[in-house]
């Protein structure tokens, strides 16, 4: 049964036109309606939290990586522009989602309400396509420097600045898409950009290890000498990516199947609103898991972040 704070957002006249014009993106986040007070006041709770440890952790990450010298700079780069799309969603789009949860609950406007929805939702669409890009990038990338060796050198930040510009770009272009077309189409092709990106960088992961187990076998007969270093450093920017990458398919996924089951059974009710706000809880995760994962596998990053935390304190104490 939906309480009356419920009927009266399913009623208000924009939220039924979004769903009615069959938005798919919008009809989810309607899907709040149903869910009880007490898990949105908890939701929004929690990701006060994450907002606040997303912003503060890649604040000091770019800090950070202005320091670091082990990566190559456009690598570097890429992993500033992962940075920035995690601290955004930790500075807009999860308060901009607490916020529409919070009128939600309290009933303060909803005409507020309908328009904080579609900037979060735009901003959301934004921001994920272009960690996905740039994480999937990463890994092209690492698969370069192994394939080309010394040649690779040759990758210039000018490209790399070219290729994040045209990121930025496609993604707003897609928030016109999600917008402006069918639920159908929409549907399919964010679907496909995700099963594309993780293809891409599954087939990366899987030269990289091939390629590195030959090298070593070659160098086993040749050479007893061990890895060269630079090996060793590549393997280490390697097992990097490969964890943000897993983090960001693990925190992905829950919400892309959300979404599937929503649209293919058309499930509806209390407990597909749970399963959709927690997805999203989990998906706005990812932003505060990177900043631990990049401190956890790079040194000079860690090193670095301890520092200005002890700055910190000694500052203030």
Excluded at 11 to 20: D, F, I, L, Q, S
Excluded at 61 to 75: C, D, F, G, K
Excluded at 179 to 184: A, E, H, L
Excluded at 286 to 291: A, C
Aim: proline share 3%; with cysteine.
């Amino acid at each position: 049964m939906l309480s009356v704070r419920n009927k009266k957002l399913l009623k208000h006249p924009k939220m039924a036109n979004c769903t009615g014009h069959g938005n798919f993106t919008s009809l989810l986040r309607s899907f709040v309606c149903a869910l009880p007070e007490g898990p949105t006041v908890f939701c929004a709770a929690l990701n006060i939290f994450l907002s606040i440890s997303a912003s503060l952790g890649n604040f000091l990450t770019l800090i950070a990586l202005h320091y670091v010298t082990s990566v190559h700079p456009p690598t570097k780069l890429l992993f500033r522009c992962l940075a920035v799309t995690d601290l955004c969603v930790g500075f807009i789009s999860q308060p901009l989602f607490v916020t529409y949860l919070l009128i939600a609950v309290t009933q303060i406007n909803y005409d507020v309400l309908f328009y904080v929805d579609s900037v979060e939702l735009a901003s959301s669409f934004i921001l994920c396509g272009v960690s996905m890009f740039t994480s999937t990038t990463i890994s092209v990338d690492r698969l370069l420097a192994l394939k080309l060796g010394q040649r690779y050198g040759h990758v210039s930040l000018r490209r790399v600045r070219v290729a994040i510009i045209c990121f930025w770009l496609v993604s707003v272009g897609g928030v016109f898409l999600l917008f402006c077309s069918s639920r159908r189409v929409s549907f399919v092709t964010a679907i496909v950009f995700v099963v594309l990106c993780v293809f891409i960088s599954v087939f990366s992961y899987t030269k990289i290890f091939l390629t590195l187990r030959k090298r070593q076998a070659q160098l086993h007969d040749g050479y007893r000498g061990g890895i060269p270093l630079n090996i060793a450093r590549y393997r280490k920017s390697v097992s990097t990516i490969a964890w943000v990458q897993l983090a960001l398919v693990v925190c992905y996924l829950p919400f892309i199947v959300s979404v599937v089951a929503i649209h293919i059974s058309g499930w509806r009710g209390t407990s597909a609103s749970i399963i959709w706000i927690s997805a999203t809880a989990l998906l706005f995760l990812n932003s505060s898991l990177n900043p631990i994962l990049y401190c956890w596998k790079i040194r000079e990053i860690r090193r670095e972040v301890k520092n200005m935390i002890r700055q910190f304190c000694c500052s203030s104490s």
